[in-house]
T-cell receptor, first 117, second 114 residues
Framework: DAGVTQSPTHLIKTRGQQVTLRCSPKSGHDTVSWYQQALGQGPQFIFQ???????QRGNFPDRFSGHQFPNYSSELNVNALLLGDSALYLC????????????????FGPGTRLTVL | AQSVAQPEDQVNVAEGNPLTVKCTYS??????LFWYVQYPNRGLQFLLK??????LVKGSYGFEAEFNKSQTSFHLKKPSALVSDSALYFCAVRPAGSARQLTFGSGTQLTVLP
């Protein structure tokens, strides 16, 4: 049973560029959440996708956008990159259908390390 | 707004000794509480959760956590630490019965000395 996978593992971009990160959820999961983890800090919630729609959003600007596909995989897009966007981006999957979503734990992928120069 | 505080950036303990990693939280209503562990260059791994019921929750790898509502705390414990337990530990909270996202603490680096 494959866990949460993310690609790429590492990425280097320059300021002003755009980036797309990808995530495949754990088998059987239908909900994907994205987090940004800056160095020395805890993960910060970016947004969550369920049924191909953004269900919740954290305190991140519109430069951060996402998408969920019918197979539940997801993309995170960041436009007009800033130096401060350098971080580990974590994808987490969980199960919403069946009414158990509120207390189901999230399963995290290994992350994508984004460096903005 | 919900928040989590992990007051210790670093905890050092000798192998074989008990360990405690502290966490306090603030949330409207009842909390759902979680502990995750992060090894270098790895994602977060789930350790345990408190939803309701017994205040002492047992999780993976011999870890347990005690929910204390009056002190709004959820400290992580292990009776006998292993060198392999050395990692970064995160406490997280969300309001009970809510689909709101997890709020994480800033993390505590645990080092178990041989």
């Amino acid at each position: 049973d494959a866990g949460v996978t993310q690609s790429p593992t590492h990425l280097i971009k320059t300021r002003g560029q755009q980036v797309t990160l990808r995530c495949s959820p754990k088998s059987g999961h239908d909900t994907v959440s994205w987090y940004q983890q800056a160095l020395g800090q805890g993960p910060q919630f970016i947004f969550q996708y369920y049924e191909e729609e953004e269900r919740q959003r954290g305190n991140f600007p519109d430069r951060f956008s996402g998408h969920q596909f019918p197979n539940y995989s997801s993309e995170l897009n960041v436009n007009a990159l800033l130096l401060g966007d350098s971080a580990l981006y974590l994808c987490a999957s969980s199960l919403t259908s069946g009414g158990a979503s509120f207390f189901n734990e999230q399963f995290f992928g290994p992350g994508t390390r984004l460096t903005v120069l | 707004a919900q928040s989590v505080a992990q007051p210790e950036d670093q905890v050092n303990v000798a192998e074989g000794n008990p360990l405690t990693v502290k966490c306090t939280y603030s949330v409207s209503g009842n909390p759902y509480l979680f502990w995750y562990v992060q090894y270098p260059n790895r994602g977060l791994q789930f350790l345990l959760k408190y939803i309701t019921g017994d205040n002492l929750v047992k999780g993976s790898y011999g870890f347990e956590a005690e929910f204390n509502k009056s002190q709004t705390s959820f400290h992580l414990k292990k009776p006998s630490a292993l060198v392999s337990d050395s990692a970064l530990y995160f406490c997280a909270v969300r309001p009970a019965g809510s689909a709101r996202q997890l709020t994480f603490g800033s993390g505590t680096q645990l080092t178990v000395l041989p």
